[in-house]
């Protein structure tokens, strides 16, 4: 076997032994189907919402936990097989360190690309069936595509802190700290700039600084395909960018490719 | 002339500034187990990370199987090494089998090995349990396994019957002496030095980086001028009457002589008509070991 794919299939099945894909499945299908049925609660309305609202409030939803679930699965990933020493057996065997690296982002990011499709598709299968099937399957394909690509980026960045932190601790704690700063502190920054500042940011300017955020990426990804009508708040100036989402993908991969180049980087000067 | 497997020449190794390792000369053949000592922090760890390819010198060169060891050709040869880690705590939730089965895979190690193994050290009714529920001396047992895997033909293992009971340590050494015997050659890095002295060849002691002594037992008794303790029975009288014998004595019945008088004076004894038994101790490899590290320190004060 390629030690590619004996990482790989380790990380993976340490994924299944510990319940991580059962539990993130579970939690993103209950999510998915909660706010496809209870959604329209939030805003004062009863019945079941449009597509747009569901896809709007998951994807808010889902920019919290998607990040937060991803730097728990991994922020240990290195740090923690130093700690144990098995990451220096690991260097002796006749794998790379790149193929170490690969091989884990491979076999973690399958758990959470998995746990998006099997979680958020069977929300969508169950509301395709009291709906209309080709407009919840093109919505909810984008959904579950952007959703593993922000998995994927906060894995990558994962390692990075993995692999740059010296304890175990440590990593948890600065896997924390950079998730408040993606997912809250950024975007208060941004509001503070746009009402703080006048004709200090254009709106083309706001979606350019957006684009150093991946969650605020996923955010522009999801919601730029629905009708403005359904959004509020900072992103409707945004959506109306020209930007597709093929483009918005794009640079979301970027996120996932740059962090792991930066991750492959700081590993391979790395001394155990 | 057998192969050489491993060649260290005047390699030197700074962590900053200080010096981990200077001016280590190292040869080691086919089939020779070598005995790697030293206290804490005296470089035994760091030399084998050199050998291993996951430190780099900073002078001198490395080379195993003719390769230096950070070469990207070196890869294929990491297949025939095996290497047991000073600490090492394997994945706690995986089974022992699960363990050695992921090491074996990236060793691209057949299958069958890993039952072989898992029975040579023992662990073949534990295979199945997690290897947080082992003890101490299962998972050194555990870790010998891995390193067994795929036949080295390097073996360097880093404190090996820690946690092991007597019953282990001999099966351990049975182990190592098989393995000599097909062709392996072995560094055995320990402070626990009783037991160890059959199964090696030479012996380096280290001391701050240094090398304070190396070469067989032999050589080293030699050079440390370390004595042999001879006991008679059944001439205990007679002894101090004979002239070239009672300046050896230090007991009734007990001579310290050089290693190069041994056999004269062995050969002395034996003309006595009465002795009853004779016991012959060369000096511990122990006491080889405080020699070379006292003597050391000596010269540095």
């Known amino acids: ?272 | 002339m057998k192969n050489k497997i491993l060649t260290l020449t005047s390699v030197a190794k700074q962590y900053g500034q200080l010096d981990a390792l200077k001016d280590i000369n190292l040869v080691l053949e086919e089939g020779e187990v070598l005995g790697l000592f030293g206290h804490n922090g005296a470089g035994k760890t760091t030399m084998m990370k050199l050998i291993l390819g996951i430190l780099k010198v900073n002078s001198g060169s490395v080379s195993v199987f003719g390769l230096d060891p950070n070469h990207k050709k070196a890869w294929a040869s990491r297949k025939k090494i095996g290497y047991l880690p000073e600490n090492v705590s394997f994945y706690d939730q995986l089974t022992g089998l699960q363990v050695l089965t992921y090491f074996a895979r990236l060793k691209s190690v057949p299958k069958k090995q890993i039952i072989e193994l898992l029975e040579t050290v023992g662990l073949s009714e534990a295979q199945h349990r997690a290897v947080k529920t082992y003890s101490k001396g299962m998972r050194q047992r555990l870790g010998l396994a891995q390193a067994f895997l795929g036949e080295p033909k390097l073996l360097l293992l880093d404190e090996p019957t820690v946690g092991l009971d007597p019953v282990a340590t001999k099966d351990f050494y049975h182990s190592v002496d098989q393995l000599k015997s097909s062709g392996a050659s072995i560094i055995l890095c320990s402070h626990v030095l009783p037991g160890v002295e059959q199964h090696i060849d030479n012996a380096m002691i280290l001391n701050q980086g240094q090398i304070a002594a190396s070469g067989s037992l032999r050589q080293l008794r030699a050079q440390a001028k370390l004595s042999v303790s001879i006991t008679t029975q059944g001439i205990n009288g007679t002894l101090k009457e004979v002239k070239s014998l009672a300046s050896f004595m230090v007991a009734s019945n007990q001579l310290l002589v050089p290693e190069s008088e041994k056999v004269n004076v062995i050969r002395q004894l034996m003309m006595f008509d009465n002795i009853s038994d004779i016991s012959v101790e060369s000096a511990s490899l122990e006491k080889i070991y405080h020699h070379y590290l006292h003597d050391s320190k000596g010269e540095s004060l």
């Open chain 1, 1 to 272: 076997m390629n030690p590619i794919q004996a990482v790989a299939l380790k990380e993976f099945q340490d994924g299944l032994r510990n319940r991580w894909l059962l539990s993130i499945t579970i939690v993103f299908s209950v999510l998915a189907i909660g706010l496809s049925y209870y959604g329209s609660l939030a805003s004062g309305q009863l019945g079941s919402p449009s597509l747009s609202t569901t896809i709007a409030s998951l994807s808010s939803l889902s920019v919290f936990i998607i990040p937060l679930i991803a730097l728990l699965l991994c922020y240990d990933s290195f740090v923690g097989e130093q700690e144990s020493g098995t990451l220096l057996l690991l260097l002796t065997y006749p794998i790379s360190r790149g193929q170490l690296l690969l091989g884990k982002f491979i076999g973690q990011g399958c758990i959470i690309s998995l746990a998006t499709l099997l979680g958020f598709g069977s929300a969508a299968v169950l509301i395709a069936l009291n709906g209309n099937v080709a407009e919840v399957f093109s919505a909810f394909s984008l959904f579950i595509v952007s959703s593993s690509l922000l998995g994927l980026s906060f894995i990558a960045l994962a390692y990075i802190i993995s692999l740059v932190a010296s304890e175990k601790s440590k990593a948890a704690g600065i896997a924390l700290l950079l998730w408040l700063f993606f997912v809250l502190l950024f975007d208060l920054v941004l509001l503070g700039l746009l009402v703080g500042i006048e004709d200090g940011l254009t709106q083309q300017g706001l979606v350019q600084v957006m684009m150093f955020n991946p969650a605020d990426l996923f955010r522009l990804i999801n919601l730029s395909a629905l009708q403005a009508s359904d959004v509020n708040g900072v992103l409707s100036v945004a959506i109306n960018s020209e930007f597709n989402s093929l483009t918005l993908l794009i640079i979301m991969l970027a996120w996932i490719i740059i962090p792991l180049g930066i991750a492959q980087l700081i590993f391979s000067k790395k001394s155990i």
